[in-house]
């Protein structure tokens, strides 16, 4: 599957309907986003059974305020409607493999267990 442009109007269902979510937060005046673009591609051919989505930071300023981004590219990952992974500025192939490896094996049951616990120790505090 190749990378899907996500908006205002598909972001929402995008997440709903798929377990594992890439986000590359881009524009295309960033010459890193366009360096990191192929790799970013590539990676989105090489495992279809996950969205690779690309947000337009230009066109989609709502997203990206909402996501508080700062400098691009960056990119952020949703599992199961919960951001267990965000980085800023362009990774190599390696590195990206890492992260999607490492997000495949993530047991969701502990890092919702791991959310709540930190949730009540702020509540606590």
Do not use: H
């Amino acid at each position: 599957m190749a990378t899907l442009e996500l908006t205002a109007d598909n972001f929402n269902q995008t997440l709903e309907n798929n377990g594992i979510v890439f986000l590359d937060f881009w524009a295309a005046w960033c010459a890193p986003c366009r360096g990191f673009a192929p790799t970013y591609e590539a990676a989105s051919e090489a495992n279809p059974d996950i969205v690779f989505g690309k947000i337009d930071t230009e066109a989609q300023q709502e997203l990206a305020a909402t996501f508080q981004i700062r400098s691009i590219p960056t990119i952020a990952v949703i599992r199961e409607g919960v951001m267990v992974f965000r980085e800023s500025g362009a990774l190599p192939a390696s590195a990206l493999n890492q992260v999607i490896d490492g997000v495949r094996n993530l047991d969701m049951d502990e890092v919702r267990a791991q959310i709540a616990a930190q949730q009540a120790g702020e509540q606590q505090a």
